[in-house]
């Protein structure tokens, strides 16, 4: 049976940022809504404004993949279901709430130290904006609009 995709966001927060407390999740989920919402881009073109495709973008998301770097992923939206706190977030980003400090930031990631990189993903896209809890985030650059 399929996720709704009220039930897939709350399972991608609780495995992407369930460790990073309510405005981690929060970030995350801010992330995730504008690229359902952004105006152009490879967003645009691929998830087309729908929430289900933003989210089954292959290659986005560490948390919808099987194997990552060779190794059984033991860390996916399947493993466990989401919690109530996780429901509440992606109702409140459904509704068009942001995180203050996220801005149109696009990329998020946890580099697993305290530096964040100055730009995300590698091909340049993305510009280091600010940092919430462990992950870093990243707005568009001129060269994400061309993609």
Known sequence: MAFSARELFARLLKCEAGGEG????KAVATVI?????????????T????????????GEFTCLMSTVYG???PQTIWAT??????????D??????????IAECLWYYNPF????????????SGSLFNRVAQHCFYTPTSLYYKT
């Open 22 to 25: 309510e405005n981690g999740m």
């Open 33 to 45: 809504m504008n690229r359902v919402h952004v105006s152009s881009g490879q967003y645009l073109r």
């Open 47 to 58: 998830g087309q404004g729908d929430l289900r495709k933003v989210i089954n973008e292959p």
């Open 71 to 73: 190794e059984v992923n």
């Open 81 to 90: 279901p989401p919690e109530e706190i996780h429901y509440r977030i992606a």
């Open 92 to 101: 409140w980003a459904l509704a068009g709430n942001k995180l203050s400090g």
């Open 113 to 124: 130290m305290p530096t964040c990189a100055r730009v995300f993903p590698r091909n340049g």
